[in-house]
Every structure is written in C-alpha cells, then in structure tokens.
C-alpha cells in the first residue's frame, strides 16, 4: 500500500499546483478590475491551502477508528450550522450558505457532506447484518439523508443535494441494501425533482440552456456557449498559459465553476487530458484503499470519499462540456474555493490514514 500512498499524494499534490497556477490565471484581471488587487483570489486559495495542509497532517497523526465514537457529534455539529447558516449567514447571489470568520468564509455544506460519510460509515460497520433489512437497514439513513437534504435546499442548492443523494445511495449499495429498495425510492424522488427542477424558473432555464443554450445566447444559455468557445479556442495545445480570452469578463465564474474550461483553452486537449486522467489514476487508488480496507469502516468511508470527489470531478467537468447541466459544484482541488479545497484535502488525509490498516490485515 505503500506505493498507492505515494501515488495518491503525488496526484493531489499535482492538481493541486495546478488549481493554484489557474486559479491565478484565470482570476488576476477579473480581481484588478473589481478589487484593485491581481492576488486577491490567489493569496486567499493559499491561505485555506495552508490551513488545509495543517487539518491534513492532523487527520494524518491519530486512529481513523476514533471518528467511530464521535460519527454521531460530528453529524450533530454539522446540522446545527447547516441551520444556522440560514440565520447568521451571508447571503450572495440570492444564497445563504456561508459564515464570514475572520475576513474568511467557510460554507458548512461542505462539512455536512464529510459527516454525512463518517456516520454512514459507521453506521454500516454496526448494522451490517441488518442492511437487508428495510426499516433497521434502508430507513434510518434515509431519514437522515431527507432531514440534510431539506436543509441544503433551503440554502438553496440543489447541487449539493443531488451529490448527497448519490454518495449515500452509492455506500448503501455497496453495503448490500436490496436494489428494489433503492428503485423505490428513486421512483419516490422523481415527483419531487421535476417540481424543483421545472417549476423553479431559474433550474428551468438551467435544463433549456442545458439542453440548446441558443434558445436564449444572452441570458440563461450565455454560461454554457462561452464556456464551450473556450474549449473550443484551445485546441490540441492551447493558447498559452495567461492567455485566455475568455477569462476577459466572457466567462463567468471561470476561476471557479469553469475553471476546466480555461484549463483547456490555455493549455489545449492534452492539458484537459492531463487533468482528467490525474483524476482517474486518484480515483483508482482510492478504489485500492478502500478494497484493501482492514476494517468495514474504513472500506466505507474510503468508498464515500472516492464517491464524493469523483462525483465532484465528473460533475464539474460534464458541465464544462455540456454533458450536464450547471450545478455550482467545484473541481476538486483545481476550483476556487477555500472550505471545499480543506475538506478536499481532509478526505486525501484520511485516505493516507486508512491505508495504513490494509497493510497489516
């Protein structure tokens, strides 16, 4: 396993100087222009990177099996914020999902989605010989997969509940829950998805410029055709690195939720390329750890990790594409966004951690 450890970091440690060198790029003339100062998004990225490395060493030092006995409090915690935010939190763009501390924001979703694996990786070591079993096995997860997704939406995001909703179902299925339960409860939540989704205008117009962003070039499709202009501008080699023109007030959020796409306009197919296949090869040995796992908890929650940041990943990118529709969700470790790049790299420090265990089965 030693081998995976040092794969694994290596590939972090590579989409990481990445996300750093892009997010510079793609964000110093939007950050003159709006904040007097080119660095701004770039020194505040390496602060949470900073504060990153030293929760990650942490995580690194004590018995992942600790996070047994406080799966539970950890959740706990993580609710009480989630419904705090929506009181105490700072609004933008019509949202409520962050808290300002110290000049930093921090966005408890984030968190809610690293406690929810925790406890449901828990919660699988204790009952698996119960995950047959509908009421004892399938329904309390899904009780606390419905209370955390009612509080994402009120945020709202639904971004982040439908990757809620994936992960979980993801460790049940794995654990050995009946697929018939699963179906049943996806033939429950369709109802429920086409009335956020169809009758909320703004996810409406989501899924129309999703599905022809030329309906509407200007307003709800205008996100999607430049981000696909910049893919299209790269080429097999790009256009340089700092030479993006879409960054130039063309593409919105382009040092966050269209970072891929700037990715491959500078750096060209083979940069895009690059960045896919160092996600392949982390999700890969992730997929080693967790098989290789000593314990059930450890399987599960190295599963859940990889689930998260892979669903991440091919969310991301998809949209990029206009293989899916926009959700707001980050790339991991690439987009800026400093409470996601922390628990990013808290998972990778947990994955460090548990492979520790399969060394010694």
């Not at 701004?40 to 949470?48: A, P, S």
């Not at 960054?247 to 060209?268: N, R, V």
Request: proline residues 4%.
């Amino acid at each position: 396993m030693r081998r995976v450890r040092i794969t694994l970091f290596l590939t972090t440690l590579i989409l990481i100087c990445i996300g750093v060198v892009m997010i510079y790029s793609s964000s110093s003339i939007y950050a003159l222009e709006n904040l007097g100062n080119t660095n701004y998004y770039l020194k505040r990225q390496l602060i949470y990177l900073g504060i990153g490395c030293l929760l990650t060493l942490l995580v690194m030092s004590f018995d992942y099996k600790l996070l047994k006995k406080y799966a539970k409090f950890i959740l706990i915690v993580s609710l009480v914020l989630m419904a705090l935010v929506l009181v105490l939190g700072k609004e933008a763009g019509g949202a409520k999902r962050w808290f300002r501390v110290f000049g930093l924001s921090f966005q408890p979703s984030e968190l809610m989605q690293v406690s929810l694996i925790i406890y449901l990786a828990d919660f699988i070591g204790r009952k698996k010989n119960l995950m047959l079993d509908f009421w004892r096995g399938f329904v309390p997860p899904l009780v606390l997969l419905t209370g955390a997704c009612l509080l994402v939406l009120v945020q709202p995001d639904l971004g982040t509940v439908l990757l809620l909703v994936f992960i979980t179902f993801i460790m049940l299925i794995v654990s050995g829950v009946r697929l018939s339960y699963i179906g049943l409860c996806i033939s429950g939540l369709i109802p429920a998805f086409y009335l956020l989704i169809f009758r909320v205008p703004y996810r409406r117009m989501r899924i129309l410029a999703f599905l022809n962003p030329w309906l509407d070039p200007k307003g709800s499709g205008f996100q999607l055709i430049q981000s696909q202009i910049a893919l299209a501008s790269g080429g097999l080699f790009g256009l340089g690195l700092g030479q993006s023109k879409q960054k130039l007030f063309y593409l919105p959020a382009a040092h966050t939720d269209f970072i891929f796409s700037i990715i491959a306009e500078e750096l060209g197919l083979f940069g895009a390329l690059l960045v896919i296949v160092l996600f392949i090869m982390f999700i890969w040995q992730a997929a080693l750890i967790s098989r290789n796992s000593g314990d059930t908890f450890g399987k599960f929650l190295s599963l859940g990790i990889l689930s998260m940041l892979g669903l991440k990943a091919c969310i991301n990118i998809g949209a990029s594409l206009g293989f899916l529709p926009t959700k707001g969700l980050p790339l991991p470790f690439i987009s800026y966004g400093g409470t996601s790049l922390v628990f990013d790299m808290i998972c990778v420090g947990l994955l460090l951690n548990i492979s520790r265990s399969g060394e010694y089965p």
